[in-house]
């Protein structure tokens, strides 16, 4: 059982940045493979980043160049440094994890909402 605690969200201006965190629990987190999810209003839950084991990195076309996501195995804690955000950055942000037996963990979420 892996236990996922996300936080960090909140209100912010379009343009504004909001650094996101996710502490992991309950499992060896360096051999998990972590991500951020996104769900808005009416929409599906759609991938943001994620980051290996080793740290490589993928980002959803529309966060490119304005998202990072990192990971401290030392603290057990994933991060999102979201910067230049846009209005359609409004959603639930959801933690994600996947075990090395692929076993999929979520958290309770975290919203973020950016005002135009």
């Given at each position: 059982?892996?236990?996922?605690?996300?936080?960090?969200?909140?209100?912010?201006q379009?343009?504004?940045?909001?650094?996101?965190?996710?502490?992991?629990?309950?499992?060896?987190?360096?051999?998990?493979?972590?991500?951020?999810?996104?769900?808005?209003?009416?929409?599906?839950?759609?991938?943001?980043?994620?980051?290996?084991?080793?740290?490589?990195?993928?980002?959803?076309?529309?966060?490119?160049?304005?998202?990072?996501?990192?990971?401290?195995?030392?603290?057990?804690?994933?991060?999102?440094?979201?910067?230049?955000?846009?209005?359609?950055?409004t959603a639930?942000?959801?933690?994600?994890?996947?075990?090395?037996?692929?076993i999929?963990?979520?958290?309770?979420?975290?919203?973020?909402?950016?005002?135009?």
């Amino acid at each position: 059982q892996v236990n996922l605690v996300e936080s960090g969200g909140g209100l912010v201006q379009a343009g504004g940045s909001l650094r996101l965190s996710c502490a992991a629990s309950g499992s060896i987190f360096s051999s998990n493979v972590m991500g951020w999810y996104r769900q808005a209003p009416g929409k599906q839950r759609e991938v943001v980043a994620g980051i290996t084991t080793g740290g490589k990195t993928n980002y959803a076309d529309s966060v490119k160049g304005r998202f990072t996501i990192s990971r401290d195995n030392a603290k057990n804690t994933v991060y999102l440094q979201m910067n230049s955000l846009k209005p359609e950055d409004t959603a639930v942000y959801y933690c994600n994890s996947v075990t090395s037996g692929g076993i999929m963990y979520w958290g309770q979420g975290t919203q973020v909402t950016v005002s135009s």
